[in-house]
């Protein structure tokens, strides 16, 4: 049966079900990697009910990540349910990290400084967990929704920060990152190495559990120089990399694809808006030398919950005096940290003997001072 409602009647039966096919929700988080996931997850904790969308599309390549979580990201994991099994972690009792000429820093503490884990294992214990989780759905291509809040966790190349208009402060390091995954000859015993070789710098970080020959790399280099290693075959670039570390580590090999990406300083201008914020490498990029991108989006992602969790009760979601408190909170954390990491990616790509005399100087005067050398293995761990 044909049934009209006549024009005026059409249109607004037409409007009817366009309301009803949109979704309604308290927050919307735009981007579902490991910093948009657990958002959701701590916000469904609150009974809020929350959509992830879009679907992040498939990596034609595996990814070979691993990122280091200090003792923060664990705390804030680990409720949720999705820290990984002691079989898919690898704790780090030590770092040890050399200058280009005679500088040396050891970091050590009582328990462990940091914990590895392979991006694949956090991203899938995440999406277990969401299938747990009622409060939270996805959306699919072309499902539209309204919410009170949307959380922009896009990731550095953000398309719904562009279409907002906030600006994007962004300095290029002219460096590439490089990421692998290695065998080695020699057990690593737990020991996180890194070597500043003037502009290169080089990070062997254990993996595999304690007792593990398995390393994760992360590389910078000019860029130049890493389109250069790109195009060689596994063995090349694997003795290239033997000369730019210690003997100690033993005899390494390839047995993953190489990942590179470009290297930046970035910030948003602004985080928040009526309606929305911006959080993980959608608000900030630092330089991988020191393994905290991952914790400092997780700590957004954090606080930005608590926010949420203490407002007053009269108070909207999307209220921008509410989400002043989140920006007020994050930016000074993620402004030490970023002038940090470009301090000393800066000093190390100088190349007059006077500085390089200065740094490992500075490097050796840090390692035999005991409070500076607790500051920091506190920072570090969160």
């Known amino acids: 049966m044909n049934v009209s409602f006549g024009k005026a009647g059409d249109m607004i039966f037409t409007g009817f079900l366009q309301c009803a096919m949109t979704l309604r929700f308290d927050v919307c988080i735009r981007g579902d990697g490991i910093v948009g996931r657990s958002l959701a997850l701590l916000l469904a904790r609150e009974r809020l009910k929350v959509a992830i969308a879009p679907l992040r599309p498939a990596s034609p390549q595996a990814d070979v990540r691993a990122y280091a979580l200090n003792q923060a990201s664990r705390a804030l994991l680990e409720p949720l349910r999705v820290w990984p099994q002691d079989s898919e972690l690898t704790a780090v009792s030590a770092m040890q990290v050399w200058g280009d000429e005679g500088g040396h820093l050891s970091f050590d503490a009582a328990g462990e400084l940091a914990w590895l884990v392979a991006s694949s294992t956090l991203e899938s214990l995440l999406e277990q967990a969401l299938h747990f989780a009622p409060q939270v759905s996805r959306l699919e291509p072309g499902q539209s929704a309204t919410a009170a809040l949307t959380v922009i966790c896009e990731g550095r190349d953000s398309s719904s920060r562009r279409e907002l208009g906030i600006g994007w402060d962004q300095r290029p390091y002219a460096h590439k990152a490089l990421a692998a995954r290695l065998h080695s000859t020699a057990l690593h015993g737990g020991v996180a190495r890194q070597w500043f070789r003037g502009a290169d710098i080089v ?43 210690d003997p100690q580590v033993g005899s390494l090999s390839l047995c993953s694809p190489v990942m590179a990406w470009p290297l930046q300083l970035a910030r948003a201008e602004r985080w928040v808006g009526p309606g929305w914020a911006l959080a993980g490498d959608a608000a900030h990029t630092i330089h991988p030398l020191a393994g905290q991108g991952l914790n400092l989006g997780l ?46 990616q800066g000093l190390f790509a100088q190349t007059d003997a006077r500085w390089q005399t200065l740094r490992n100087w500075g490097m050796n005067a840090v390692q035999g001072s005991g409070l500076i050398k607790s500051w920091l293995t506190r920072r570090a761990m969160g």
């Open 299 to 344: 700590a957004d992602a954090r606080e930005l919950a608590r926010v949420i969790s203490e407002r007053e009760y009269w108070r909207p979601l999307g209220d921008i005096r509410l989400l002043r408190r989140y920006e007020r909170s994050r930016k000074a954390d993620v402004l030490a940290m970023g002038l940090l990491t470009d301090g000393l």
């Open 203 to 245: 990070a062997l970080l254990p993996l595999g559990g304690s007792h593990g020959d398995e390393l994760a790399l992360v590389w910078s280099l000019p860029q130049e120089k890493a389109d250069g290693l790109l195009a060689l075959p596994a063995a090349n670039f694997t003795r290239t990399l033997q000369d730019a570390v």
